[in-house]
């Protein structure tokens, strides 16, 4: 593993879109999932809204599968809990004590299809958005360059840590520290990786800090890409209608919320 | 390019100096090595070079230390940046991770310059080119190995167009193969591009065949400036924590056992020389 990013390379139009109208697309149906009062609304968007969307990107057997692999295991428990466990009065049938009640179920289906709907909204920006390029658009919007730095290094080196931790790991096993058994007694015995882990890791940054620094990281004055994110009018208008219509949702369901 | 005078550097909350009224001129153009047991000051005198003593160690530093042409303590780091690059150890920790591909990595340093895009691609390629990873110039940098890692924490300096290198111990974590290609890397800059370098290490042997010139430290004092050939074979080189180099313990060797007669000459340090030496051509 190379990275945790899901960003898979294209050339697809998708692809090619400004990050920060990506984003804007991402952030308006995560925004509508939550507010549009029928779920059948949301179902619409994800089916006639972000599945296209993922064609258009090349991807969208790979983000159906990824919605199902997600949403599934959730499915399984939030039906039977909200179809035995929540409130109703509409009885389907009985098991013992328990009654499974329509109300439930379909409250279920709600928060289904509205978690199916979120989640693929994010999805849609990930699959198709490097990080990297969406926190350089961020930082040209004044988003601070020192957190994009933090958010993207994290997505790489990550898996770099995983691998050190590995590398200690076995290490203590060779000199037959017992790495396996019950949780405690393996808790236990586990504290010596602690110490060697977190030493490397004060070091690693120590040095980080000095490369990032002998790379001119804190160097003053406007930065520049090798790949200069490529914007439009088009896009520029979309995302500003984007963005209005996401203050629209919002109001309207706070004001549905609030009027009596 | 260089000039310490009196330099003695104490770590902050630290009493001994890591390093002892230095006095040391380097040339435009000659490639220096500095050898020394652990703890001689070789990383210390690296960091003073580059600026990251006093700046981002602080402590206390005493003398004068001009690089390029600039007075180290007077000159903010980010200047110190653009005219030396440093290259370390740890190829791993000089990745900057915020890059995705080798070619985007080496251009990182040109981006946080604000180097315009197309000047910035030509610069790349070439720095690619320099220390041959372009071919590796679309993969992940983690998916390289530790050599091609640090040929390309070299390239990410190169980009930068620094005057002088200064390494510290830049082949102390890879296999053979791994510092054949840093040193090819090196030697190329040094004579192709007529760069100053400054390397520390204890793979002495490659010193022997690259450095014009050999600075021996000993707890923090500075002990010998010299030829290559003069400063490691001088006899009190164990006892000052370095073995020699392959070629000089060989031809000792071959004088204790009486094979080769101890005619005064100078002992080999270069396979070249140890050849020689044992072809009783040696001069």
């Given amino acids: 593993m190379t990275s945790l990013t899901l960003f898979r390379p294209g050339k697809s139009g998708l692809h090619r879109l400004h990050p920060l109208t990506k984003l804007s697309i991402s952030g308006f149906c995560l925004i509508a999932s939550i507010t549009l009062p029928d779920p059948w609304m949301v179902a619409g968007l994800y089916f006639f809204l972000m599945v296209p969307l993922a064609a258009w990107g090349g991807m969208a057997r790979r983000f159906l599968i990824a919605c199902v692999q997600f949403i599934g295991p ?62 350089q658009a961020l930082s040209e919007r004044g ?84 790949h200069p994110l490529v914007d439009s009018r088009a896009q520029r208008i979309t995302r500003s209608t984007l963005s209005g219509l996401i203050v629209l949702l919002v109001l309207w369901r706070l004001l549905g919320w609030l009027s009596p | 390019m260089i000039r310490l005078a009196g330099v003695t550097y104490r770590y902050p909350r630290t009493e001994h100096p890591a390093l002892q009224d230095i006095d040391l001129q380097v040339s435009a153009g000659e490639f220096v090595g500095l050898i020394g047991a652990n703890g001689s000051g070789k990383s210390s005198l690296c960091l003073a070079l580059s600026g990251f003593i006093p ?156 450095a014009d010139r050999i600075v021996l430290l000993r707890e923090g004092k500075m002990i010998a400036d010299d030829h290559p050939r003069r400063v490691l074979t001088r006899p009190d080189l164990r006892s000052l924590g370095i073995a020699p180099t392959r070629y000089t313990a060989a031809a000792l060797e071959a004088q204790r056992q009486g094979f080769r007669e101890n005619r005064g000459g100078e002992l080999p340090v270069t396979l070249d020389q140890a050849a020689a030496f044992f072809d009783g051509n040696q001069d």
């Fill in chain 1, 74 to 135: 959730f499915m399984l428990s939030l039906f039977p809990i909200q179809g035995f466990f929540g409130r109703g009065t509409t009885i389907l049938f009985e098991i013992g004590r328990f009654s499974l009640k329509q109300e439930g179920l379909l409250l279920a289906a709600d928060y289904t299809v509205r978690i199916l709907a979120g989640l693929g909204a994010a999805m849609l920006l990930m699959f198709v958005t490097r990080p990297d390029h969406l926190m």
């Fill in chain 1, 143 to 226: 988003f601070p360059r020192s957190l994009g730095y933090i958010v993207v290094t994290t997505l790489q080196i990550l898996p770099r840590f995983q691998e050190k931790t590995q590398m200690i790991l076995n290490a203590q096993r060779a000199r037959g520290l017992e790495t396996e058994g019950h949780l405690l007694h393996r808790a236990r015995r586990l504290l010596p990786l602690v110490g060697p882990l977190i030493m490397g890791s004060i070091i690693d940054i120590d040095e980080r800090a000095i490369a990032l620094e002998a790379r001119l990281f804190n160097h003053p004055g406007p930065k520049t890409s090798l």
């Fill in chain 2, 55 to 210: 700046h981002f160690y602080k402590g206390r530093l005493e003398g004068e230390i001009e690089v390029a042409g600039h007075p180290v303590r007077e000159t903010p780091l980010g200047t110190m940046a653009g005219a030396v690059g440093l290259v370390f150890q740890n190829p791993f920790n000089q990745i900057s991770g915020a890059r995705f591909t080798v070619r985007e990595e080496v251009a990182f340093g040109l981006e946080n310059m604000g180097v315009p895009p197309p000047e910035m691609a030509s610069r790349v390629d070439t720095a690619l080119a320099q220390t041959g990873l372009r071919d590796q110039a679309g993969h992940s940098p983690y998916a390289l190995s530790g050599g091609q890692q640090q040929r390309l924490a070299i390239a990410s300096v190169v980009v930068l167009r620094p005057r002088l290198f200064v390494l510290d111990e830049p082949t102390s974590q890879l296999d053979p193969v791994g510092t054949r290609e840093v040193y090819a890397a090196l030697r190329a800059l040094v004579s192709e591009g007529g760069h100053t370098v400054v390397c520390a290490t204890h793979k002495l042997e490659w010193l022997a065949s690259f």
